[in-house]
């Protein structure tokens, strides 16, 4: 069974701090690793993924992620946050062995204040 | 330009009522999901076809049956709507391999009164 757990229902951060979104996963395979994020009213946008390689990832918008195989963690990153990427977040996990469902996380709600 | 568009936007409709959401993709994809959104944001996998072939089917009522016409195209078909089928559903597509990134359309609303 493939599942995955992000940790805090919020996230509250100023403009222009750094902006940390946690994930963890639980796979039997290799996972691979995905972000999106869902605006108001708006559909899922893909933000970037882990699939093999390094384990620092970059993504749009100035997203990044790093893959600890260790800590089973995806944790989703960016330096300086803006008003504009408050939203919600979404991890996503598969497992590598053939399965095709996508299991998300909860979701975390950020919010970037001015 | 859209890639996965879903029609229509807004589903407002009284219980016991049939109806469909439609979704097309113009990405080139082989593989159609589509997702429930309920009133708590969590996202659930309903069902997935592949070249019109049925893949995934999770443990959802038979009232809901997906139709693929051909690879473009995946629509959802719901009997007898009931309050607790009010959610925001979403379609999405991709390639086959569990590499491959899925992308989501704009969603439909659906409120059943």
């Known amino acids: 069974a493939q599942s995955v757990a992000q940790p805090e229902d919020q996230v509250n951060v100023a403009e222009g701090n750094p902006l940390t979104v946690k994930c963890t996963y639980s796979?039997?395979?290799?996972?691979?690793l995905f972000w999106y994020v869902q605006y108001p009213n708006r559909g899922l946008q893909f933000l970037l993924k882990y699939i093999t390689g390094d384990n620092l990832v970059k993504g749009s918008y100035g997203f990044e992620a790093e893959f600890n195989k260790s800590q089973t963690s995806f944790h989703l990153k960016k330096p300086s946050a803006l008003v504009s990427d408050s939203a919600l977040y979404f991890c996503?996990?598969?497992?590598?062995?053939?399965?095709?469902?996508?299991?998300f996380g909860a979701g975390t709600t950020v919010t970037v204040r001015a | 330009d859209t890639a996965v568009s879903q029609t229509p936007k807004y589903l407002v409709t009284q219980m016991g009522n049939d109806k469909s959401i439609k979704c097309e993709q113009n990405l080139g994809h082989d593989t159609m999901y589509w997702y429930k959104q309920d009133s708590k944001k969590f996202l659930k996998i309903m069902f997935s076809y592949n070249n019109k072939e049925l893949i995934i089917n999770e443990t959802v009522p038979n009232r809901f049956s997906p139709k693929s016409p051909d690879k473009a195209h995946l629509n959802l078909h719901i009997n007898s709507l009931e309050l607790g089928d009010s959610a925001v559903y979403f379609c999405?597509?991709?390639?086959?391999?569990?590499?491959?990134?899925?992308?989501f359309g704009p969603g439909t609303r659906l409120l059943v009164l």
């Open positions: 999405a597509s991709s390639q086959i391999s569990e590499q491959e990134t899925q992308y």
């Open positions: 996503a996990v598969r497992d590598g062995r053939g399965d095709y469902k996508l299991s």
């Open positions: 796979v039997s395979g290799n996972p691979y």
